[in-house]
């Protein structure tokens, strides 16, 4: 269904009402610039949204293949000149500091120093960091290696060339919602890490990793990287929205979702005009069309590579 056949299906099951108007009077054409239209658009492109990250009753998540995308991880590995050195407190040569400065970064220097960045004073030519689990001590003038295991999605198609410390993901594609692996460089897959990462050790060893913990926005590797390697990121991004100047633009979601989004939107609608009951029996339709969605996949899913996996809940 294009995104006028929806919006008119839309109004005329909601009864057209005058505030979802967007049709023009004499032509009877949509007219893009409504805030009917724009609000049309806006809710289906939730219900879009809602459907690609369905999980319905019985606990079963869907992830629509089509929106699975590589992202880019580069590790970070920044040189950096001690100036001096006293208890846990080192200042150093800025070297290029990233946005979010060295914190939660690890200082391994040439001779037996090293430790973990926890809080960074921006200098200007001096840069000053306290760190934790200090061993070892520096010198005045000693190089230094400043290593990143946290890794936060970054958008590539705004940044060129890009450069490492984030995982580089095409932004115009979608937004990424959810990681699904990690391979590096000779095609191993990385293992997910069960513990929660609040209860991640802090470890200044490094290493090459071999299991990952998701954090908000990206990835912490279980050892801080020994070497400059790339990464793969697979993840799940958001489908594209549709655009309100483009009366036939199509979801990117299979056509046989179409019509939940349809059911979704008028849904949502029922509510904000306070139609609970009304609302009510079209949420009950729209979870069974839901599912019956489902199983049509999930039964081709089993004879070849179907558009959707489904996972249980919890992984």
């Not at 306290?130 to 590539?156: K, W």
């Not at 490094?206 to 050892?223: H, N, Q």
């Not at 079209?282 to 590579?305: G, K, N, P, S």
Request: charged share 25%.
């Amino acid at each position: 269904m294009t995104l006028e056949e929806m919006a008119l299906d839309l109004h005329e099951t909601l009864g057209e009402l005058s505030d979802l108007e967007f049709r023009d009077p004499i032509t009877g054409v949509p007219d893009v610039t409504t805030k009917g239209w724009r609000d049309i658009t806006r809710i289906l492109n939730e219900a879009q949204l809602k459907i690609a990250f369905h999980k319905n009753s019985g606990g079963r998540l869907v992830r629509m293949r089509l929106t699975e995308t590589i992202g880019r991880l580069m590790v970070q590995r920044i040189a950096a000149t001690v100036v001096s050195f006293t208890g846990n407190t080192l200042t150093l040569l800025s070297a290029g500091h990233p946005a979010d400065y060295y914190r939660g970064m690890l200082v391994v220097g040439t001779g037996t120093g090293r430790g973990v960045i926890f809080v960074h004073y921006l200098g200007a030519p001096d840069d000053t960091v306290i760190m934790s689990n200090v061993t070892g001590t520096f010198t005045a003038g000693e190089a230094i290696t400043i290593v990143r295991r946290e890794y936060l999605f970054g958008d590539s198609s705004v940044t060129n060339p890009i450069v490492a410390g984030s995982i580089w993901f095409p932004y115009a594609q979608g937004r990424p919602v959810e990681i699904t692996g990690i391979v590096d460089e000779e095609g191993n897959e990385l293992d997910l890490a069960e513990k929660p990462d609040e209860y991640t050790q802090v470890s200044t060893t490094e290493g090459t990793p071999a299991s990952y913990t998701k954090i908000s926005g990206g990835i912490r590797f279980d050892t801080f990287p020994d070497t400059a390697d790339t990464y793969l990121v697979r993840a799940m991004r958001s489908p594209v929205p549709m655009v309100t100047t483009l009366v036939t633009a199509t979801p990117e979601i299979p056509e046989v979702f179409h019509r939940c989004m349809v059911l979704y939107a008028q849904w949502w609608f029922l509510v904000r005009g306070q139609e609970l009951q009304a609302a009510y029996g079209v949420r009950r339709t729209y979870e069974e069309m839901i599912r019956d969605a489902q199983t049509e996949f999930d039964l081709q899913d089993r004879v070849q590579r179907g558009q959707i996996k489904f996972y249980t809940e919890g992984r």
